[in-house]
């Protein structure tokens, strides 16, 4: 069976049109790069500073000056761009970027993503999650759909919000979720799961429309 | 530029209590030599903006595991545990800022603007306390500008006029903390003579820097 | 980068009645092939914002001669005297604003803020009608973004990314235009292969370039 | 007798102490340049766009990417910078120029300066002057005392403000004059101008200190 992580990444990669600028948060997200097939002339941004970011160099060819927001050596592929914060930002929050695709705590019938701060435990600051969430033309959440047995896609997030700004798609180990104006609407499963079994593993309500396929990875 | 300093000259020149920006996302593009220095001469009580505080051992990080710093302005300390610990301890003072509005009222402070009006945070805890302004029907927070005693700055390139040029991603926020310091400490990987970089090619004019840091011998 | 086009396309492609960003300062790094082609076409009722008109006979004082502009948005027209006599006659509507208002009116923008904070006309004509927000004990205008529907640049090197670099005092405003234009069609000296502009002389990213002029014949 | 203009300028050179950065307005203002040894280390700004403005060069090696903000050739000295139309005000507004030399329509007892409309007649626009008048740490206004028999220093501007800021110092082709929190300090004369003909030329209010030397011009 396919490991977890790389189902959510292959699944996230079909999202990504020719052309587009894609920012991947660290950890899963960052995945979905390796899905991406170069002939889509896709520009990856690092937040931190480059657009046109490309795999880890083979070893001992890694730059201290060309790393990803994780602090991760990184190449630049033919036509890459380096940038300052304020660029960086500005075409964040300036609409400019095309997709960004972010992890989560948890995510509401809203549409609304917590992934910054668990009060009294984990601060770990909120980085440019805040300004990618309410900037990028299209976000989408990839994470694992539970967390230690808890569905991680709640009625109304408890925890902190990263932005009021309803994101777009929902990717999970289960499934594919796209939150709308009227709620959470079930998209597609992930293969051999049953619509049965994410709703036991989901807290949130799920609209069921007639017909949710098995997602198609190519 | 006033001329080339050691780094222990720079770290005497900063007192306890001193605000400072220094570069760096991540330990990268982050003036180390100067933050050693800071660390040796047992500097106490400072404020640090910058967007993070790097991981222990690391840029930053020294200064946090040293015991030199009372306060941060920064957009992130998950990957610096000792940061979380002492926040919890009460012995730093910690404010989160949205990574995108940090390198705005950096630039605002150093600019001569009177704040920035951003989307960003809004119906989030970043919002308390804080006036919306609505702008042609748009809602935005606004956030103040941010100045400090001093900026320290990590380039790639400086000449003995002071002009800066950053490599890849160690730009960050450099060019724009040069123009927020009240007096701006750059350290160089390498310092070349006068007219040797091109105008195209500089990032922050030599008019910004006060001192350079003599080469690393 | 959507792809390289004629200057007659990229006239066709901007309809009469549009908002236009032209980068250029007295007619240094401005597009004179894309206003030649716009010229050509017979393009009316255009809204011009751009740091001045240039001259008669070079770059937008092309379009002013030509009866193309209905509007400008701009920091000055001193040497114009058709945009003077235009404005007198009420044949061209002129906002006048601060050179460094406007710049960063334009630069909100492109990136997403709500507006300019700035201390820059406060007490003279420029602030009548506009709101006065104190920060921190002092008053700032607040100035609102600017967008156009095109934005007509002029590049020193290309390449077919997009990415684009400019040379010396041809910046201008080039670079903040790029950000706030709907569509962005860059005019360039010369178009260079992808890889050979390295990253650090890129001032603006291709991904905000819709389309570059093919090179001239 | 040596010409208005150049009077003016050598005067206000003296103003500018080493390592400053200096921004020269077009006309008048940009004969200073000319009396600045280069000794001092000062950088000339040009609003367009640099950071280390020389002087224009030798015919046929002009360059159309190279020109002042009124639109002349100019060159670049060693250790000059390019910067675009925001980092060239942000330096402005920010309080990193040190000086800026503007001509004048007219200057009154507050020490406020019109330079940029004539209603009715004239309407060039702001340009940079009112981000300049703003911004920069000393502003100095260079203008013959007089135009067409008028008095350019007047009780109260009848023109249009630049800015509400006060200006640093007035240099005229008879006079030099500080505006102060108590009003306009006569200064100095220019080389065989008396007090009594300044008098004469001026229309507002000046304070006559006990010495009023007449200008050194180095």
Redesign the interface.
Known sequence: MMDAKDLIARRVAQEIKPGMLVNLGIGLPSLVAGFVPASLGVFFQAENGVIGLGARPTEGMEDPHLTDAGGGFVSAVPGAASIDSAMSFGLIRGGHLDMTVLGGLQVDEAGHLANWKVPGKMVPGMGGAMDLVTGAARVIVAMQHTARGASKIVPRCTLPLTARRRVDLIVTDLAVIEPTEAGLVLRERAPGVSVEAILVATEANLILPGDIPEMTLV | ??GAITPAAAAEMIPDGASLMIGG?????TPERMIDALVARGARGLTVIA??TA?PGKGIGKLITAGAVARVI??????NPET?AK?IAGEIE?E?V????L??RI??G?????????????????EDGKPV?E??G?R?L?E??LKADFALLAA?QA?Y?G?L????????????MA?AGRTVIAEASSIVP??VIP?????T????VDHLLIRAS
Chains 1, 4 share one sequence.
């Open positions: 530029m006033k996302f991540m330990a990268v593009g967007n993070d991981m920064t957009s992130h300390i998950g990957l979380q926040m910690v989160l949205p990574q995108g509005t390198v705005e630039r605002a150093g600019m001569g603007l009177g704040g920035v009006l951003t989307p960003t945070g809004l119906g989030t805890e970043v302004i702008v042609e748009k935005f606004l103040t500008p790639w000449d006029v002009n040029c950053y490599m890849l991603t160690a730009h960050n926020f450099n060019p724009v123009l006068v007219g105008p195209d090619a500089v990032k004019p030599g008019v910004l």
